[in-house]
């Protein structure tokens, strides 16, 4: 039992809450038994209701979307910072569907105002090979949803060539992002030259596919290529470029951001220890190398997980 390793902060309105039968009563899933090495540390972060960190894992768990929405910009803002600071950009890549609305905040003061936006480099860890103005797109998606709204540079949005075939804008994306780690606009990583984004932001689908990296797919195991396509996409449209895992597991930061019920179930088999026969879903495959990974987690798709495997 390493519990000296764990850290547990439980908040309730923002107050840290010194016993933590509230903290077992929004999981019953946490065993009495684990009650012991419970233990109020510093405040992480003020809107987590707790979090928990194992193996360079941290897990962040809300009590709803709105919670998230809060930490998750607060998060971003600061890796930004940090980035910044340290090497003059912040290359981040985003992906689609409900995590620009839960990256919303960043369009609200105080970030805003206090994000150096002229210093990012947006990228997208997946992309549909849609045109860039069709309902399907991520490029779209993020454009309505987030940076026409705050002050990034155009030439510094880094979308994919829409008007060739999923092969081609996969070839030419990956073109892009090597003229970029020459130049260094995004850093690179020292154990395998991959592109070391300084953060790369998932969502998860209810199958446990990450980017567009779908289960069972053959490019789960694509090591050579940066950027890959496929063409049989199960969830609509069937045409995509996406990150392989080398460079989403090369990034310096990964952030995993999922939201609702109808995940929960994908979520325990991405998180916890769930032996060797069960199904490995591409969630799971998700394991930064020397970087950072956080899962940010709403109470409903964290209904499913079983704390015990952080605790042992
Ligand atoms: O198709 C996609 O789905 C995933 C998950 O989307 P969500 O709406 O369930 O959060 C998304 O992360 C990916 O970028 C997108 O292309």
């Known amino acids: 039992m390493r519990h000296e390793c764990v850290c547990v902060c439980v908040y309730k309105n923002k107050e840290l809450i010194p016993d933590y039968n509230y903290f077992t009563s929004v999981s019953s899933s946490f065993s009495d038994t684990h009650q012991p090495f419970l233990f109020p540390l510093v405040v992480c972060s003020p809107m987590a209701l707790y979090r928990l960190e194992k193996d360079g894992r941290e897990l962040r768990i809300h009590e709803n979307a709105d919670e998230l929405r809060s930490n998750l910009a607060e998060y971003i803002a600061d890796l930004s910072e940090a980035s910044i600071k340290e090497r003059g950009t912040f290359a981040v890549a985003l992906s689609g569907g409900s995590l620009i609305t839960l990256m919303g905040k960043l ?76 130049t ?29 990296l779908f289960p069972n797919h053959s490019v ?47 979520a325990h088999l991405a998180i916890d220890d769930i032996g060797p026969d069960r199904p490995k879903l591409p969630a799971r495959m998700v394991q930064p190398t020397q970087g950072k990974l956080v899962w940010f987690l709403d109470i409903a798709a964290a209904s499913k997980l079983d704390s015990a495997s952080f605790w042992e």
């Open 220 to 266: 789960l195991s694509e090591k050579l290529q940066w950027v890959t396509f496929i063409t049989d996409s199960p969830k609509p449209p069937p045409e995509r470029i996406t990150f392989t895992f080398p460079v989403i597991n090369s990034a310096s930061n990964v952030a995993v951001v999922v939201t609702g019920g109808g995940k929960a179930e994908a």
């Open 184 to 212: 260094r606009v995004i850093n690179v990583s020292e154990i395998n030259d991959c592109p070391k984004f300084d953060l790369v932001l998932l969502g998860m689908g209810p199958d446990g596919h990450v980017a567009s």
């Open 107 to 182: 369009c609200e003061a105080p970030y805003i105002k206090t994000i150096d936006w002229a210093k990012w480099h947006i990228f997208w860890a997946d992309e549909r090979v849609v045109a860039k103005s069709h309902a399907d797109s991520n490029y779209k998606l993020a454009k309505d949803g987030l940076f026409a709204k705050v002050p990034v540079i155009y030439s510094h949005v880094h979308s994919i060539n829409d008007t060739v075939s999923a092969e081609r804008a996969a070839e030419d994306y990956e073109f892009v992002i090597r003229q970029l780690v020459r």
